[in-house]
């Protein structure tokens, strides 16, 4: 089992920045693909950025050039780095793992981080 615990989350103006962080503990050594999703109400969940275990990333286009994923594979911490934020940004912020390279579904879920932009 993989345990994920999300922080950094929080309200920001417009134009500013937040870095969220993810712990990972538990079966870690198996973890492949890692990733941040996001969520309002009514809404499905959405894919922000993917990395996988050597680096490789993927980023929506809605957050292309704003958003950073990267990770710490000796910390076991995933991060991604928010700037020019905006309002439609305003989320739940969820981390993901799977064991699969290349996941249709992510395995492992931590609990989200809310994220609020006011304008």
């Known amino acids: 089992q993989v345990q994920l615990v999300e922080s950094g989350g929080g309200l920001v103006q417009a134009g500013g920045s937040l870095r969220l962080s993810c712990a990972a503990s538990?079966?870690?050594?198996?973890?492949?693909?890692m990733g941040w999703y996001r969520q309002t109400p009514g809404r499905e969940r959405e894919v922000v950025a993917t990395?996988?275990?050597?680096?490789?990333?993927y980023s929506a286009d809605s957050v292309k050039g704003r958003f950073i994923i990267s990770r710490d594979n000796a910390k076991n911490t995933l991060y991604l780095q928010m700037n020019d934020l905006k309002p439609e940004d305003t989320a739940m912020y969820y981390c993901?793992?799977?064991?699969?390279?290349?996941?249709?579904?992510?395995?492992?879920w931590g609990q989200g981080t809310q994220v609020t932009v006011s304008s």
């Open positions: 993901a793992a799977s064991k699969k390279i290349l996941p249709i579904m992510m395995e492992y």
């Open positions: 538990g079966s870690i050594v198996s973890i492949n693909r």
């Open positions: 990395i996988s275990r050597s680096g490789g990333t």
